[in-house]
């Protein structure tokens, strides 16, 4: 019943920056996390960032230097600021949520549609 809309996806030239965007549906007090997940061709998918209900995050170490996730709880709003972007952060980038307990990071329990991050010259 939860819904995650995506929106931010696009171009960017290597060292460039771009900002996701997630609105969900629900109060995000409801959920126990919030995030974002990304496919590259050919890989698996992985855990980029988490924001959890009491405010600690967890981050990927491919981009805990680069990018921050952070949240807008008025907006009901969780964003991905990705900054000195590279070709290997190519992928498709999913808005996640987490409802259960314990929590599991790597099965989030809602999924947004996706959206095309590309990074070349």
């Known amino acids: 019943q939860v819904q995650l809309v995506e929106s931010g996806g696009g171009w960017v030239q290597p060292g460039g920056s771009l900002r996701l965007s997630c609105a969900a549906s629900?109060?995000?007090?409801?959920?126990?996390?919030m995030g974002w997940h990304r496919q590259a061709p050919g890989k698996e998918r992985e855990l980029v960032a988490a924001?959890?209900?009491?405010?600690?995050?967890n981050y990927s170490s491919s981009v805990k230097d680069r990018f921050t996730i952070s949240r807008d709880n008025a907006k009901n709003t969780v964003y991905l600021q990705m900054n000195s972007l590279k070709p290997d952060d190519t992928a498709v980038y999913y808005c996640?949520?987490?409802?259960?307990?314990?929590?599991?990071?790597?099965?989030?329990?809602?999924w947004g549609q996706g959206t095309q991050v590309t990074v070349s010259s």
């Open positions: 996640t949520a987490w409802d259960s307990k314990p929590l599991r990071l790597d099965s989030p329990d809602y």
């Open positions: 629900a109060n995000d007090f409801r959920l126990n996390a």
């Open positions: 924001i959890m209900r009491s405010g600690s995050i």
